[in-house]
């Protein structure tokens, strides 16, 4: 597309894709799709203490699974690459040459120790140490030594970059802008001098991140809450270049099922729930993933959409196709919005339902527990009735067998616990003459003649059936009993209630 729409999701490589990265990279989606643009995976690979080799595999499986797909990406491509920031390394020392020349950024070559030390010292006395304007010039670097000595440390690599943040010429304060948040003012004497430059010759996150995003022409940057404090600084590294910057929106958190804190890979233990679209395999230890438990992918992306989104009405189930046409940024709410399992239950229940039988109707077609049952033409009614009753897919079959089954053991010992009368047996084998004199079942009219029955003996509805429904399947509870009636036809009906009434007589 050329409408000049693109974004993009960034994710770093250093862990598995979390179900905040996956709101993230849905509602970059969304926005980009909505407004007919192009959607973007940059994989931000600056980092290789912490780069994790089976992360990317784990975010792209992730992403495909959930329908979301890249029109540019490492994968397959795109006419702005490399995708991945390891492989741009080029377009940064380019760009770190300039800050350099402009003199917005120094060579800094403090060693890590010796700074460490300061902080620890700050700490004791209850300060919080920053390299920033006031002591910059305290330090060892191409501010403060010579220009040999400089040279000699930069010529062994033995240097990292600093952006100057502020400098006593130009004003305090500036104002960024979110679209979620607004305006927002921020007084840049309070901010550190950022490493931009690291000393193995990679850029930190925030210049590859802001150089990237210009370069691959990104014009709406919408990522998670945790990276705001870091935008009056992405502001100034665009105002260096002279660059125009995008639109910025950051998003809540993801809190925690109790509502308190940021929801973490931790609370998926703690809580037992998944917080992984697909399962995330460690050496010790396993965490299973909304696919693998069994949920419809339709289902996790409409639950994730809504975490942080507000359609405006009422309407709660999306499919991916309706929500790339409602979705804005406007609606995205400022506050936390806490992560309710029962609610990605509701919303798979929700899915499910909208599933076509077709394939679980052939699976049912070669189950004999259920064509020895009924008749093939039922078995669309019963998977419908069935669907009603899950929480995944995959306990369908189980359900419409557990819904069809017939039991002796449950008839004797159900009977008892429902104390089932010799007046509603009586009335039960009235009902079935009247069931010998029909042709069809008509579950509306079979109610009321059963209902009529149980009103004329001074039975109540429930009494009468609950006794109907363990005479009929063995169970006190189910699905509406006289759908089922229909499902299992007249024949197997008559049967099953003459044998149980034989059973309880016995
Ligand atoms: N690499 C960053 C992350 O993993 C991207 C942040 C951004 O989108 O700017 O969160």
Redesign the pocket.
Known sequence: MSNNIRLRF???PTGPLHIGGLRTALYNYLISKNLGGDFIIRI?DTDSNRFNKNAEKHIMESLEWCGIFADESPIIGGPFGPYRQSERKGFYTKMIDNLIDKGDAYYAFDKTNELDELRKASEKSGNTFIYNWENRMNFKNSLTLSKEESKSYIDKGDYVIRYKTYDEKQGSEITVSDEIRGKIKINLKLLDDKIIFKKDGMPT?HLA?VVDDHYMKISH?V??EE?LPSLPLHYLLYKSFNWEPPMFAHLPLILKPSGKGKLSKRDGEKYGIPVYPITWREPEIEFKGFKEIGFESTALVNFISLIGWNPGDEKEVFSLDELINQFSIKRIIKGGAKYDYDKALWFNQEHIKKISTDKITVRALNESDITKEINKKKIDDLISLAKDRVDFQMEILNECKKIISYDKKEIRSNSKEIKLTENILGIIEGFIKKLEDIDNINPNKLKEIYFDMLKNNDVKIGQGMKSLRVLLTGKTSGPDLFTLTEILGKDKIVIRLKKSINIIND
């Open positions: 960034a994710p770093s931000e996150y991140n940057v990522r998670g990276w």
